[in-house]
């Protein structure tokens, strides 16, 4: 019970804030996707951008770490695809845009506020490398697997720029890249200009989780309830369980366990719908997913809490 009200419930509680002042219209729409671009946009390729650029990438990109937490979320993306195929019957588009959803798991919005509550800010180190690889694989993965589906029979080459576009048209992996662009080079960052990424960070998780509350209100739960659920399964149970049993079974440490199996059972994040959106396949099931899956998610991690050393 602790953990409930002292770790998950103040994340939530900004996130419900967010969704209450949409609901009743004293934040306006357009304002909750002004926030959403800023964050998503800004504030949040700032924080990654700061965080990579200083993390030792020798000590803390390891190997059993990232296996743990992509084996999963892999897990979940082809889980996803041969459920809403086989199980579902949808068209192989929709089939990759719920796959989608479970291998996209909300890193960044939930899964850093969460653990920095439960662990504390020296936690995050192993966050931040899961993270740094996440949007990345993430798109590249969905990317080439729709883009394939959607020209079958067609050009490797233009199926290839078609991936290039969507990787590099997105402000996170922009972010991610010019922190390690500095790290590597041992590039100078002058203390002015990280100062002011610290102020940009510091907005960061609030002003996201608080936007992220009103986008959610947007989304109205209705039919393929059945597909819904299984992808909530996926993210809440599958991706974390494989997490766990690998992560137990290649001996992470005690923080890497708590940050791998966290961040893998968050819940579809909002890029699933944006995705789903972007190729026009299983919108209603990515936006109602990301919606039960977030009020769900609140028991669900209390569990996997209760769960880790």
Known sequence: MEALIGVILPVFLVLGFGYLARWMDWFKDEWVEGLMRFTQGFAL????????????????????????????????????????????????????????????????????????????????????????????????????????????????????????????????????????????TGLPVPQALKEALDMMVRAALPAALFGLGGVLCRYRPEGDLRTILYVCGLSLILHPAVTYGLGWTLGLSTGQMRSAVLTASMAPGVNAYVFANMYGAARRVAASSVLIATALSVLTVWGWLALLP
Request: net charge neutral; aromatic share 10%; proline share 4%.
């Open 45 to 184: 390729p700032c924080l990654l951008f700061r965080a990579i650029s200083e993390l030792d990438l020798g000590q803390n990109f390891d190997l059993p770490l990232l296996l743990s937490f992509y084996t999963g979320a892999v897990s979940g993306f082809l889980a996803g695809i041969v459920g809403a195929r086989l199980i579902f019957h949808r068209p192989w588009e929709d089939s990759v845009a719920i796959g989608f959803c479970g291998l996209f798991s909300n890193s960044l919005l939930l899964g850093l506020p969460i653990t920095e509550r439960a662990y504390g800010t020296e936690a995050l180190t192993a966050n931040y490398a899961i993270v740094a690889l996440h949007a990345p694989f993430c798109y590249a993965l969905g990317v080439t697997v729709m883009e394939a589906v959607k020209n079958r029979g067609g050009s490797i080459g233009v199926t290839l720029l078609n991936v290039l576009k969507g990787m590099l048209g997105n402000a996170l992996v922009i972010g991610i890249l010019l922190g390690f662009a500095v790290n590597l």
